[in-house]
T-cell receptor, first 120, second 116 residues
Framework: DAKTTQPNSMESNEEEPVHLPCNHSTISGTDYIHWYRQLPSQGPEYVIHGLTSNVNNRMASLAIAEDRKSSTLILHRATLRDAAVYYCILRDVGPPAQGLVKAAGNKLTFGGGTRVLVKP | DSGVTQTPKHLITATGQRVTLRCSPR?????VYWYQQSLDQGLQFLIQ???????AKGNILERFSAQQFPDLHSELNLSSLELGDSALYFCASSVGRASSGANVLTFGAGSRLTVL
């Protein structure tokens, strides 16, 4: 899997936006950019994903650089409940199935992530 | 509630013992993934099954094995347990093809294993 680089930690004030950067300079053309977060004592939770265009959902926005070598997860108004470790992950589309040859699976490889602290 | 059910939530056992962790995927999901999270290792991918067949393998020890049953639930078997196997074990599921970069994983709440 191509590697991602994220800052170890970031702090934000409540109600303010949070911009979480991720560098992935070795990204391939078929890699999707995924973001997950893990709240304390919980399993990881899907946040957002994209391939080339910027994406928005109810949780966050994902801004992808034109060359796709970096991306930024944007939490528009941080709340105390957003305090978590945020993981930026690249996920390949995987090999195509050919006839009776089954497509191999593909794993989601987590790095160290960015620990976000939200201050009231 | 994510829809992925893991049992037991907590398990305490002794070294050398064997345990089985169980996972029921979200309704309609065909893929099941197992991850191990220990304090010093982060989230480590163990293995993936798709519709009953193994599709991807990660850093899974030979003492560990898994399978996915016809009803799509999965079990992770850990044997000859060592102190270092103490960790959180997460199961995740996804719908769709075994290999797709767009597949989104839904994780369960985890099973916390303590080996004494």
């Amino acid at each position: 899997d191509a590697k991602t680089t994220q800052p170890n930690s970031m702090e934000s004030n409540e109600e303010e936006p949070v911009h979480l950067p991720c560098n992935h300079s070795t990204i391939s053309g078929t890699d999707y950019i995924h973001w997950y977060r893990q709240l304390p004592s919980q399993g990881p939770e899907y946040v957002i994903h994209g391939l080339t265009s910027n994406v928005n959902n109810r949780m966050a926005s994902l801004a992808i650089a034109e060359d796709r070598k970096s991306s930024t997860l944007i939490l528009h108004r941080a709340t105390l409940r957003d305090a978590a470790v945020y993981y930026c992950i690249l996920r390949d589309v995987g090999p195509p199935a050919q006839g009776l040859v089954k497509a191999a699976g593909n794993k989601l490889t987590f790095g160290g992530g960015t620990r976000v602290l939200v201050k009231p | 509630d994510s829809g992925v059910t893991q049992t037991p939530k907590h398990l305490i056992t002794a070294t050398g013992q064997r345990v089985t962790l169980r996972c029921s995927p979200r309704s309609g999901d065909l893929s099941v993934y197992w991850y191990q999270q220990s304090l010093d290792q982060g989230l480590q991918f163990l293995i993936q099954y798709y519709n009953g067949e193994e599709r991807a393998k990660g850093n899974i020890l030979e003492r560990f094995s898994a399978q996915q049953f016809p009803d799509l639930h999965s079990e992770l078997n850990l044997s000859s347990l060592e102190l270092g196997d103490s960790a959180l074990y997460f199961c995740a599921s996804s719908v769709g093809r075994a290999s797709s970069g767009a597949n989104v994983l839904t994780f369960g709440a985890g099973s916390r294993l303590t080996v004494l």
